[in-house]
């Protein structure tokens, strides 16, 4: 998942007419993808040193599991690993509304000035 996130960055990086000193790069992980937003950030931190991404902070935002109960009509947050089911009546999940989300959401950079 890190190195796909890294390459993903570097290929953006390299297309750039003029290489961007990167600052921040911005993710959104849902809680149903199953990341870990503490190991995600370590495992980058670590894969990154002595590259052109070492000082680059990764800002994680987690959205919830929301799902949608056709039945009942109504949105509700599933308890992961314990109940995926409607709470009012016991349909299974099966509109996912949130928390499936895996990607880069912006890159925070500037150019060089050349003074």
């Known amino acids: 998942m ?3 996130l890294i390459l993903s960055v570097k290929d ?3 297309s750039q ?4 000193e990167i600052s921040q790069v911005h993710l959104i992980v849902g ?3 199953c990341v870990e937003p ?3 950030q370590f495992a980058f931190e670590v894969q990154t040193r002595n590259t052109f ?3 680059v902070k990764l800002n994680i935002q987690e959205t919830p599991l929301i799902a949608f109960c056709d039945r009942c009509q109504q949105e509700y947050f599933p308890q992961i690993g314990l109940q995926y089911s409607c709470p009012e009546c016991n349909s299974p999940m ?7 989300e895996l990607k880069i ?6 150019y060089a000035s050349n003074i």
């Open 2 to 4: 890190t190195k796909a």
């Open 12 to 14: 953006w990086w390299e």
């Open 17 to 20: 007419p003029e290489r961007p």
């Open 31 to 33: 809680k149903f993808t």
């Open 38 to 40: 503490a190991s995600l």
């Open 53 to 55: 991404l070492e000082k």
């Open 94 to 100: 099966e509109d996912i509304r949130s928390g499936r």
């Open 105 to 110: 959401d912006r890159i925070e950079y500037a």
